[in-house]
Structures are given as structure tokens and as C-alpha cells.
């Protein structure tokens, strides 16, 4: 970005510079009108002195104005420096938010810390607690456990372990029920389909870091 906005800056002052440059000199006019004094020493009579002094208050209205010319210029190529600046600012910034907007789409919920309570039938999630059905919370330490261990679980097998049950005699949609159940009790249904994945043809498991796991 600082190399954007310095080639901008060095292009706006490089072209007002030339632009300063190849505008006409403002005392050009008078000093063509001191050359007449100068040259024509035989202009002395009244009409050919008011010529004179009419040609000289028209230099220096004209020097006065080319200096305001001068300055409007200027003030102008400020103004488009500011804003061309600020343009480029704006759209790197918008660049580096779509980008962390797209970084949190992919990742996901970010879990810091994730507090499994049997005893108080609640979860606590980063700051946020959730009170959940003890269920819930056996579905929910079965996934915990599992993603402890780098495991991935089918519904049956999650039916399985909270029932005591053999996987062959639980069904798939038991533990896709339970499954649900929990995401509608963590309250958010967005929050809760970033935390719990369901994989097709695989299973489901918590989208989170191991390492921040712990069940009490």
C-alpha cells in the first residue's frame, strides 16, 4: 500500500510541476510593455502615454490573475492527492476485511476454550455458557471424547455409546436425532453447525482444536 500511495503522490507532483512549468510567465506581459518605454522613446505625446499606462494595468491584471490560475491549480492537485490517497486506502482495507471475512467463513467458529459439566448439565463455550439437557450433554462429551482421540463417529456408534449398546443394534437416524437435539440446544443454529460437523458418509465430530478440550 505505501508503494501505491507514494507512486500516486511522486505522478500528482510530477504532473503539477510540469503543468507550473509550461504555463506563461506572469510578468511576461509587463515586461513587453516595459520594452515599449523602453524602445519607443518618441511615445511621448498624451494619447501614446495613456496607451502606455492602459498596456501596464493589463500586464498586471494579468500577472494577478495567472498567480490566482496558479494557486487554484494547486489547490486542486491537493485535493486529488487526498482523495486518490484516501481511495486507495479504502480499497486495501476493503481488500483485508473480504479477506478475513472469507478466512472466517472457511475456519469457522474460533474455540478457545471448550468446558464440559456433567454435574451442572451445561457447556461452556469460550465466555458463553449453554444449559443443556443430560442428553445433550452425553452427546456432546461422546463427540469431545472422540475428537480427543483424532475419532470420527456415525450416528449408530454415537447411539451406541450413550445407550450402552452394540453399534449393530443401534440405528443411524438415533444418533443423527441426538445430533440435532444438541444443536437446537445450543440456542444458535449457525454457532452450533460450525461446531458440529457432519461429514457425508462419514460421521460427525467437533470442528475444533483437540488441545482445547475438557470435560469435568
Do not use: H, W
Request: charged share 20%.
Amino acid at each position: 500500500m505505501g508503494v501505491g500511495i507514494a507512486a500516486i503522490v511522486m505522478l500528482l507532483v510530477g504532473a503539477g510541476v510540469l503543468l507550473m512549468f509550461t504555463l506563461p510567465d506572469a510578468n511576461a506581459f509587463n515586461a513587453r510593455v516595459e520594452r515599449l518605454f523602453i524602445e519607443n522613446d518618441t511615445l511621448t505625446g498624451q494619447a501614446e502615454v495613456k496607451l502606455l499606462e492602459i498596456l501596464a494595468q493589463s500586464g498586471t491584471a494579468f500577472s494577478d490573475t495567472l498567480a490566482s490560475y496558479r494557486m487554484v491549480i494547486f489547490v486542486l492537485l491537493v485535493f486529488a492527492t487526498a482523495l486518490l490517497v484516501a481511495a486507495l486506502v479504502f480499497l486495501v482495507m476493503l481488500v483485508i476485511l473480504n479477506r478475513r471475512m472469507a478466512q472466517i467463513e472457511r475456519s469457522g467458529i474460533q474455540v478457545s476454550s471448550l468446558i464440559i459439566s456433567r454435574e451442572e448439565n451445561t457447556v461452556y463455550l469460550n465466555t458463553m455458557g449453554f444449559k443443556l439437557t443430560e442428553a445433550m450433554v452425553e452427546t456432546l462429551a461422546v463427540l469431545a471424547e472422540a475428537r480427543m482421540d483424532d475419532e470420527m463417529l456415525s450416528g449408530a456408534q454415537i447411539e451406541a455409546m450413550i445407550s450402552g449398546r452394540d453399534a449393530g443394534d443401534c440405528e443411524e437416524a438415533a444418533g443423527a436425532t441426538r445430533i440435532k437435539r444438541l444443536r437446537d440446544g445450543l440456542g444458535n443454529q449457525m454457532v452450533s453447525e460450525l461446531l458440529v460437523k457432519n461429514i457425508a458418509r462419514r460421521g460427525y465430530m467437533l470442528a475444533i482444536d483437540k488441545d482445547v478440550i475438557e470435560v469435568i
